[in-house]
């Protein structure tokens, strides 16, 4: 499935701000008995309101999920951002998130890496590794290659639910909606 060139404009009332979305996007699934392997891919994403816009430019989400093994493997590459302050950044996993289904991950590495060559860092290593409900969670602000701030474990629930990792074949079936 593939969304090109999709462009959404609100004219709603005026107690409610106007809204304006552009998105270019693709869906990949494949599936077997064994596996669902997902790629939903965005050219494009701006969206626009009073006046701020925030943007995703390739962005790619690969997820894929093996019953044989009951393990999943997750990766997100792309760039993100916003006018005004926050700017733009760049986010990936060098390292996918692995886990087993329905649980956090039990290794992994995501990167944000933004102006003055400043990252952030969420991943399961030192302290974090040993610890199935944590992760490291640093930030460099300078560029220099230290952490200036870091929670060596950083509980999960704070920043996904844990059902972001559950089986996708546990969640009920879309409704389909009759189109005329």
Do not use: C, K
Not at 16 to 22: A, E, T
Not at 137 to 156: H, I, L, M, R
């Amino acid at each position: 499935m593939s969304i090109i060139d999709l462009s959404l404009t609100s004219n709603s009332a005026a107690d409610v701000p106007p809204l304006d979305i552009n998105l270019t996007a693709s869906l990949d699934f494949s599936y077997t008995t064994d596996f669902d392997h997902y790629v939903l891919t965005f050219g494009e994403f701006r969206r626009t309101l009073d006046g701020q816009t925030q943007s995703v430019s390739n962005l790619v989400i690969d997820y894929l999920q093996r019953y044989d093994t009951l393990r999943y493997d997750y990766l997100l590459q792309g760039t993100l951002g916003s006018q005004g302050n926050s700017g733009e950044f760049r986010v990936s996993t060098p390292l996918s998130f692995t886990g087993t289904i329905g649980s956090y991950p039990s290794a992994g590495r995501l990167s944000l890496n933004g102006a003055a060559n400043s990252t952030a860092r969420v991943s399961e290593e030192g302290a974090a590794a040993s610890n199935s409900a944590a992760v490291l969670v640093s930030v460099d602000t300078n560029g220099d290659g230290v952490a200036d701030s870091e929670v060596p474990e950083f509980d999960w629930t704070q920043l996904l639910p844990q059902a972001t990792f559950s089986s996708l074949r546990d969640r009920s079936q879309p409704v389909l909606l009759p189109i005329h």
